[in-house]
């Protein structure tokens, strides 16, 4: 059975970083791209950063320069390091494994940037 459990979000002020965390049970675990995405209320879910099995690591726009993705594949690990969050960052961010045909999600820790 595939579980991605997302940990690490908090009320956090501007300006202020986290690392999220996803922890993947997950059979084959290298030759699954993981991406973060992030959904603010009333909006589209979208996606921040991916990172291939490879390490090949990709940004939206509105967060590069700022968040950083990585794996660790022993570990079935992926963490997405957020810096210098603004109030747009506030959102419910997912962990997704995709492979083909095959996606999974987790369900979501709430990040919400906030004085």
């Known amino acids: 059975q595939v579980q991605l459990v997302e940990s690490g979000g908090a009320l956090v002020q501007p300006g202020g970083s986290l690392r999220l965390s996803c922890a993947a049970s997950?059979?084959?675990?290298?030759?699954?791209?993981i991406g973060w995405y992030r959904q603010a209320p009333g909006k589209q879910r979208e996606l921040v950063a991916s990172i291939t099995g490879g390490g090949t690591a990709s940004y939206a726009d509105a967060v590069k320069g700022r968040f950083t993705i990585s794996r660790d594949g022993a570990k079935k690990m992926v963490w997405l390091q957020m810096n210098s969050l603004n109030p747009d960052d506030t959102a419910t961010y997912y962990c997704?494994?995709?492979?083909?045909?095959?996606?999974?999600w987790g369900q979501g820790t709430q990040v919400t940037v906030s004085s």
């Open positions: 997704n494994a995709e492979r083909a045909w095959l996606t999974y």
């Open positions: 997950i059979s084959g675990f290298s030759l699954y791209a």
